[in-house]
T-cell receptor
């Protein structure tokens, strides 16, 4: 079974802090994604990566950056956290044999910025 | 561009059937998916359908695809309390690694 893990389930940070959210997948997937989920807005894509050291902006990249130094790990960075970045953050991966577009999700990190 | 629309809320009695609907705009969609999100969890793939199919059945789940109207539905037979969740439809196109998700449909099963 594919496993996607996220470093924290819950996180509380102060405004202006630098925040790192880590995601690791164990299925050698090429593609990895970061979404945020807010009530009434569904999932919105922040950034994605289709290979090591490659990244592409999603629909709402402002205020975020990402890093993919190893194939299994994709990090989301909030350079200076703001209260409007309080949200649920979901990581996903896809690729490999079979249904390459199917995405597998981690359990999510609920971030609160105070 | 891709745009996926879903209604937001459905309440259903345990044992009844529930139907969740979704419309999409991208006629080049090749795969359409249904994901389930239980409270406090990530999304879990329930089922998917290729765009050259019009129906797929998987135990209590039936997916219907109307390509002409760009309409996708998920029917859950004999709905159980464990089916209470948010359901997302999503689409992808060949060669595109991204999925376009709907906003989700909250299903509440009443015992």
């Amino acid at each position: 079974d594919v496993k996607v893990t996220q470093s924290s389930r819950y996180l509380v940070k102060r405004t202006g802090e630098k925040v790192f959210l880590e995601c690791v997948q164990d299925m050698d997937h090429e593609n990895m994604f970061w979404y945020r989920q807010d009530p009434g807005l569904g999932l919105r894509l922040i950034y994605f990566s289709y290979d090591v050291k490659m990244k592409e902006k999603g629909d709402i990249p402002e205020g975020y950056s990402v890093s993919r130094e190893k194939k299994e790990r994709f990090s989301l960075i909030l350079e200076s956290a703001s209260t409007n970045q309080t949200s649920m953050y979901l990581c996903a991966s896809s690729g490999g044999q079979g249904r390459s577009y199917e995405q597998y999700f981690g359990p999510g990190t609920r971030l609160t910025v105070t | 561009g891709e745009d996926v629309e879903q209604s937001l809320f459905l309440s259903v009695r345990e044992g009844d059937s529930s139907v969740i609907n979704c419309t999409y705009t991208d006629s080049s969609s090749t795969y359409l998916y249904w994901y389930k999100q239980e409270p406090g969890a990530g999304l879990q793939l329930l089922t998917y359908i290729f765009s050259n199919m019009d129906m797929k059945q998987d135990q209590r789940l039936t997916v219907l695809l109307n390509k002409k109207d760009k309409h996708l539905s998920l029917r859950i037979a004999d709905t159980q309390t464990g089916d209470s969740a948010i359901y997302f439809c999503a689409e992808s196109t060949h060669g595109n690694n991204r999925l376009a998700f709907g906003k989700g449909n909250q299903v509440v099963v009443i015992p």
